[in-house]
């Protein structure tokens, strides 16, 4: 990082929806660089841009917070880099409050508390186009002269104002930015005290709106109605579902078929080997099998984003509450739930939106739970092989019954288990819910395509380091050692991942799994589906076809170790991406190693029952 | 009263906030519920109007206070005081 060639650092701060990373993306463009603050996952978002007197400087985007007094990992942040109290952060220099210039009573509080910091720092009433439109008059001097702070007006999306805003950042550069810095957390008189000097400065300086925005209440009469917006909610949903499986497929096949052809070339040109077997085998096919989830991830994030930019999820928030209260969740906690079906991995990455690091904790716990699309090649087989095609009361289908009963128990389980954490974990009531029901707004296509592609990225960079490393670890264990000359068993079987199959065999005997089926959980661990190829491998079947492998796998299992399989699958933590993923988002092994142990408890009991209750019956 | 015993289309004026079972064990406690209150914006002669009720238990609700629209739930509306308008 170069920090030190950067003359000035400012930061913007504001409460959530005030248009601040629109904000920052007019400010920055392209030069926008995404990490992690040191020891949090908070994402740090810093982009750098030229004044009109040729400074250069850095901005940063802090997380939206109505406080400096912080409720949520994220507001921890805001907090402490403005305060410079973060480790390995410089602090900024200067601070640009955002503010909704059509929503201004609350962050004239925010500004006034962050005047008190004693930083330099400057208003931004941003959305003044909005504002102007719905005719609120705003003394911008008088403003000025209140808060004792310059005050310029933009509009982020069309760009306007970028100028005067660097302008005041150039002229607050130039006085004395040595400041020192003075804050206490306010105690409740002080909140009020700041709120009537707020109220104050608004009466004095701002002219209520002559056309008010009346497309929010329209809409939430509609979108907030308690059955035609459930109802609403649950089309948007089935939409996102569609959107999520049936456009991704072709750009999944294509990736699928990019590797696998990728795969082919490396077979022609590197010689068969052990450089082979690892560029093929392992890197090509292990990553493949991750990057394969790209569209899908993207999908669900256009839709998530473009939700989310309108004001549309504090509404799905609203709806949900109820629902998600009965296991004890936030609202909140719906989004990345919903992400999870896609993949578990996005539905972690998205627990970011719940403010409270219990609730966000259980989340991500459970969100593995939820029935994620890797999961359907194994269940499609297996129902394939062992459930028989045939109409059950006359309409249903049953091996679509199974299937759906394959996603409702992860559901279910989801929120029971959510439920128990909450008991067991925290024994706590629950946080208060309260959030703030934004204006409505069209969305700004550059600022979603922005976002999604920010995601995508996010994604391909972990399945670049952590997914590809474990990929090459599932890989390792597969191949070595290599198989003896006079091999009479698939190569598999003579490799660690064998040895591990064979050792663990016996704990998994009582739930039924041969030891063919112990050997292809392990590279299954790589992502689920691997153990669809993995069991084709061990069971030696010729062709690929998953036919084939149905029709054997149908004459080598008893009926119920195919039932004790897929309930296996509906529990057991059989993706190391995402403990990984769970690794980097909590900052520790602990979480990860507590979901990998009870998700492996439930699997093993789950599946010690279906075996056992569908061999008393005779299956 | 209090703003949890509201229904949709009642208005009035934020009276005040007073703890209302928010200090059990692992909670956030009437202090800090207090101030997150507070910064919402619940402040002492605040206008609101209820908008919308949840489908299960008419719960969460959704207020329209000054001039901005939060959605909370009743129990934690519990904790703000208010005084109804006289209905027309």
Known sequence: MSDAVLGTRIALVG?????????????????????????????????????????????????????LRARSP????????????????????????????????????????????GRPMVLALNMYDIAERQGIRI?????????????????????????????????????????????HEPSAEEIRAAHREA?????????????PDTWTGRLDSVLLHPVAGTLILMAILFLMFQAVFTWATPLMDMIDAGFAWLGQMVSLYVPAGLLQSFLADGLIAGVGSVLVFLPQILILFFFIILLEDFGYMARAAFLMDRLMGVAGLHGRAFIPLLSSFACAIPGIMSARVIDNKRDRLTTILVAPLTTCSARIPVYTLIIAAFIPNRLVGGFANLQGLVMFGLYAAGIGSALIVA????????????????????????????????????????????????IASMMVLIWFLSSFPGAPENATQPAIDYSFAGMLGHLIHPLLAPIGFTWQMAIALIPGMAAREVAVGALGTVYAVGGEVEGTLATTLAHQWPLATALSFLAW???????????????????????????FAYMLTLAYAASFAVFHIASLLGW | ?????????????????????????????????ERRLLEMGFVEGARFHVLHEGLVGRDPIAIRLDDIRVALRRRDARAILIERDATP
Request: some cysteine; glycine content about 10%.
């Open chain 1, 15 to 67: 409460n959530p929806n005030s248009g601040k990373t629109s904000l920052f993306n007019a400010l920055t463009g392209a030069r926008q660089k995404v990490a992690n603050y040191p020891g949090v996952t908070v994402e740090r978002k810093e982009g750098v841009v030229q004044t009109p007197a040729g400074r250069r400087v850095s901005v940063l985007d802090l997380p939206g917070t109505y406080s």
């Open chain 1, 74 to 117: 994220d507001e921890a942040v805001t907090r402490d880099v403005v305060l410079g109290r973060l480790a390995g952060e410089t602090s900024p220099e200067i601070l640009v409050c955002v503010a909704d210039a059509t929503n201004l009573r609350l962050v004239l509080r925010l500004a006034l508390e962050l005047k008190s910091v």
């Open chain 1, 139 to 183: 003394d911008l001097d008088g403003l000025a002269q209140a808060l004792d702070i310059p005050v310029v007006t933009t509009v982020a999306v069309r760009k306007r104002g970028l100028d005067m805003l660097l302008s005041q950042v150039d002229m607050l550069a130039a006085g004395n930015t040595d400041a020192s810095l003075a804050w």
């Open chain 1, 199 to 211: 109220e104050r400065i608004m009466r004095s300086y701002v002219k209520p709106p002559l056309r």
């Open chain 1, 419 to 466: 439920f128990v954490i909450r008991k067991l974990l925290w024994r706590s009531a629950s946080e208060p819910f309260l959030i703030e029901l934004p204006a409505y707004k069209v969305p700004d296509p550059k600022n979603v395509a922005r976002g999604v592609l920010l995601r995508g990225q996010i994604f391909l960079k972990r399945a670049g380091t952590i």
């Open chain 1, 569 to 595: 699958y509906v529990f057991a933590p059989q993706c190391l991406s995402t403990l990984a993923v769970v690794k980097r988002e909590t900052g520790g092994w602990l979480w990860p190693s507590v979901m």
């Open chain 2, 1 to 33: 009263m209090r703003l949890s015993d509201l229904g949709k289309g009642d208005r009035g004026l934020i009276r005040g906030i007073v703890p209302a079972g928010h200090d059990g064990p692992g909670e956030i406690g009437h202090d800090e519920m």
